[in-house]
């Protein structure tokens, strides 16, 4: 299987500074199943300014993770909820969404031991 997250970013950010790179993953690690859960409940509860803002406010740490398969992902959901289009397809989104989201959480507690 391939991995899901690709950290190049990080360690260009971090010039490969392991203590700041695990700081930013352990971060990451806390802030994710928490927006995750927001989304979630924003969608059951057809709040779509919520799931937007959760969305939009999860975009970046994806990016500086390397999540690629979710950089798309998230912005269709961010887009969609805004716009308040496709809401029909936003409930297997999210969930493909979460999906990728958990799988780079278990490699990234990998990488950071």
């Known amino acids: 299987m391939n991995a899901t997250i690709d950290l190049t970013f990080l360690r260009g950010f ?3 500074n392991q203590e700041k790179m695990k ?29 937007r803002g959760a969305a939009h406010a999860l975009k970046p740490q994806i990016t500086y993770m390397g999540i690629k398969a979710g950089e798309p992902l998230v912005k269709i959901i961010e887009e969609n909820a805004a716009g308040r289009i496709a809401l029909e397809n936003m409930p297997a989104l999210l969930n493909e969404f979460d999906a990728v989201c958990r799988q780079a959480m278990i490699e990234l507690a990998n990488e950071i031991g």
């Open 14 to 16: 971090t010039s490969g």
């Open 23 to 51: 700081k930013y993953i352990s971060m990451f690690l806390q802030l994710c199943p928490n927006s995750l859960k927001s989304m979630k409940d924003a969608l059951e509860q057809q709040d779509y300014d919520a799931l």
